[in-house]
Nanobody
Framework: VQLQASGGGLVQAGRSLRLSCKAS????????IGWFRQAPGKEREGVSC?????????YYLASVKGRFTISRDRTKNTVYLQMNSLKPEDTAVYYC?????????????????WGQGTQVTVSS
């Protein structure tokens, strides 16, 4: 079981990035999939998550609603986080994770497998 996150980088405020999380060794079907982030000196927070069984059920952190979109490509066994209108406060290491949950929850304790993280830095 492996999750490989990628797509981070350094961008100016207002620009976009798309993060990818490719799963290997298992199918994302029937898992809850989440994106989390952790900025220096701050606690990890749930950014967005979705249940693979019901694509309509999604969670977004209030500060990213309307700017970020989580999606999944079944054929590539990959989850994406499209991040638009990035702000300096979005700077963090972003992690993808999967877990078993009956809801799209931002509770990190509900996630079992984690990717290695990808750095996103937004300059002002």
């Amino acid at each position: 079981v492996q999750l490989q996150a990628s797509g981070g980088g350094l961008v100016q405020a207002g620009r976009s990035l798309r993060l990818s999380c490719k799963a290997s060794g298992f199918s994302l079907d029937f898992w809850t999939i989440g994106w989390f982030r952790q900025a220096p000196g701050k606690e990890r927070e749930g950014v967005s998550c979705m249940r693979s069984t019901t694509d309509s059920e999604r969670y977004y952190l209030a500060s990213v609603k309307g700017r970020f979109t989580i999606s999944r490509d079944r054929t590539k066994n990959t989850v994406y986080l499209q991040m638009n209108s990035l702000k300096p406060e979005d700077t963090a290491v972003y992690y993808c994770a999967v877990g078993r949950s009956s809801a799209a929850t931002p509770n990190a304790e509900r996630y079992r497998y984690w990717g290695q993280g990808t750095q996103v830095t937004v300059s002002s």
